[in-house]
């Protein structure tokens, strides 16, 4: 291989990473509850699981892309582990209906109804409909489609540029005879595994291997072991999506190949076993490109009834291999409560949604407070961690969103629809939250990268406004998680100091850059962190609200607030008072 092909493979690692990346965003963007749904009927039982991965790896030529969809549901919470597993047994069957489209292509002479079907012309008509719907649709959901469509092909482009930069292996007769040499099992299988690996497509290694067989020099004594090893080293690509997942991904990335491994140790043993007693006959037979196909076919079907009863027990090993740390199962300890069984008995399933809506909370404060603390002392392992437990936080708000609106499906009492409307109301307001701490963090980053340093008078402002801002949470999550309405009332005054203290730092802000003491750059972060702050006080504000209004009558936060600051009520002038007091520039 030339420097040229190296750089060409390069290149396409990194188109298909983006690609899984790109992909994977836009699917939980544009998903929400719904896919997860979807996804769940669809692969609710094991044989659905398989049908539904055989279907998708047919229609997409690569068990490779299927699996690494199925680790980004995964990784984005969207499925469980247990279906992956079935979807990705489906995927090593689906997989071979390449191996038949090549047979097809050779009796056409590579043209016709067969070239339709070719990866390339997939992948070219999937850019196509996903930049229309990108450029041309003012509708965002069909954006995000595209978005998730021009992911799936620059994805699969990028697999075809790392088959493409080792083409030139096709030609080599040194390589050629090396290949047609391995006889020995356990060396056939590792050249299988490896040529694959090369390749990163064991459609493609199949492919050659029928090319080969062209030749008349392939018999079943060396096809056996290579097309084992070619199911192996498929393993991967898929490895690579594994890269920055969570350990649930991790997890189904390595299902792909604890699958081809259990399945190469078990067929291996037993077949050349059995061959060792009775001698096969049929182990000198010279095959073709249809009995490439079909060979290739049966030993993944034979995995696929082998391993079928036993998807239980994969998941074991897979979550024995890859455990969760202790921060981890005490994460997602409450929102796993929220079992399906409990629906039916609405007064348990509903402090079970509680308990769930108070750790979400106290995580959203949690990360706001990380947040806030690195934009003194960044540390951007501190700023990973941001991002990451943003997802935890995500991932609260789709479960218990799905749940709360089954529940509101059963028949319930007046406490029990209050509680419920509460936190549908607050819910989204609590994930907010979350969503400003990820963009102080980036302000951070910014802050840090670009050596930004405020003059003094700015930087005393948003030392006052950031201790404004964690006490307006710090009040909102405990009033909310201990249900007191005395604490609750405190936050509204306090929020409509915060919005004073916004107008009067941008004020002082125009005037600072006016004079030279700060500049531009100053600004545009400036004025990102304050406006973060202000939304940030707002959906307290609204968490607050609802809490107060649901205790009286039907929830009416505008009206509540008008009555409040008409009456000049007296408990709201008193802490009004005393914040300004607290915190003035």
Not at 32 to 53: A, D, F, H, V
Not at 328 to 352: G, H, K, N, T, V
Request: charge should be negative; proline fraction near 1%.
């Amino acid at each position: 291989m030339s420097i040229s092909n190296i750089l060409s493979l390069l290149g396409g690692i990194a188109l298909f990473l983006f690609g899984m990346s790109f992909m994977g965003e836009g699917l939980k963007k544009v998903a929400g509850n719904r896919m997860e749904l979807i996804l769940y009927r669809l692969s609710s039982t094991p044989l659905k699981g398989i049908l539904l991965g055989a279907g998708v790896t047919a229609a997409i030529q690569s068990s490779s892309a299927t699996s690494v969809m199925v680790v980004g549901f995964v990784n984005s919470g969207m499925m469980k582990v247990r279906q992956a597993i079935s979807i990705i047994l489906g995927a090593v069957l689906g997989t071979s209906i390449t191996g038949w489209i090549i047979c097809l292509s050779m009796i056409e002479g590579g043209s016709g109804v067969a070239e339709l079907f070719s990866t390339a012309s997939l992948t070219g008509v999937i850019a196509v409909i996903g930049i229309f719907l990108r450029m041309f649709c003012k509708k965002e959901t069909k954006r995000k489609v595209g978005n998730i469509l021009m992911g799936f092909a620059v994805l699969m482009t990028g697999m075809s540029l790392m088959s493409g930069a080792v083409a030139p292996l096709r030609e080599s007769e040194q390589f050629i005879s090396i290949l047609t040499r391995f006889s020995n099992p356990l060396i056939g299988i590792l050249a299988g595994l490896i040529f694959t690996s090369i390749l990163q497509s064991a459609s493609a290694a199949v492919g050659i291997l029928q090319a080969l067989a062209m030749t008349g020099a392939i018999d079943f004594s060396m096809a056996f072991p290579i097309i084992m090893g070619i199911a192996i080293g498929a393993a991967l690509p898929v490895l690579f999506s594994a890269l920055g997942a969570n350990v649930n991904g991790k997890r189904s990335a390595f299902v792909y190949l604890l699958i081809n491994l259990m399945g190469a140790c078990i067929l291996g043993i037993v077949f050349y076993a059995v061959h060792a007693a009775v001698h096969f006959s049929f182990m000198d037979m010279t095959l073709d490109t249809f009995g490439i196909a079909l060979l290739n076919t049966v030993y993944r079907l034979l995995v696929l009834l082998i391993l079928a009863p036993f998807i239980g027990q994969m998941e074991k090993i897979v979550n024995a291999l890859f455990r969760e740390s202790a921060e981890d199962l005490e994460e997602m300890a409450d929102i796993d409560r929220l079992e399906e069984r409990f629906i039916a008995y609405p007064a348990i399933a509903i402090e079970q949604s509680r308990n769930a809506m108070n750790a979400m909370a106290e995580k959203a404060e949690k990360n706001l407070s990380r947040a806030l603390q690195i934009l003194d002392a960044y540390e951007e392992a501190e700023y990973e961690k941001v991002q990451e437990k943003e997802e935890v936080i995500d991932r609260y708000e789709d479960r218990l969103g799905t749940y709360l609106v089954k529940l509101t499906a059963r028949e319930l009492n007046r406490k029990q629809n209050k509680d419920i409307s509460q936190f549908l109301h607050t819910l989204s307001d609590f994930e907010r939250i979350g969503d400003h701490a990820v963009n102080i963090a980036d302000a951070a980053q910014e802050i840090h990268e670009k050596k930004i340093v405020f003059s003094e008078d700015a930087g005393r402002e948003l030392d006052i406004i950031r201790n404004a801002i964690s006490e307006i949470v710090d009040n909102t999550v405990q009033a909310f998680t201990t249900k007191d309405l005395e604490l609750a009332s405190k936050t509204e005054p306090l929020e409509e100091w915060i919005d004073v203290l916004c107008d009067e730092m941008k004020m002082n802000h125009v005037h600072r850059i006016q004079s030279g003491e700060c500049t531009l750059l100053h600004g545009f972060v400036f004025n990102d962190l304050i406006t973060n702050y202000e939304r940030i006080a707002d959906h307290c504000s609204n968490i607050a609200v609802a809490m107060i209004e649901l205790e009286t009558n039907e929830l009416n936060s505008h009206e509540y607030l008008h009555e409040l600051k008409k009456k000049e009520d007296s408990r709201f002038s008193r802490y009004y008072a005393q914040y300004s007091q607290k915190y003035r520039i």
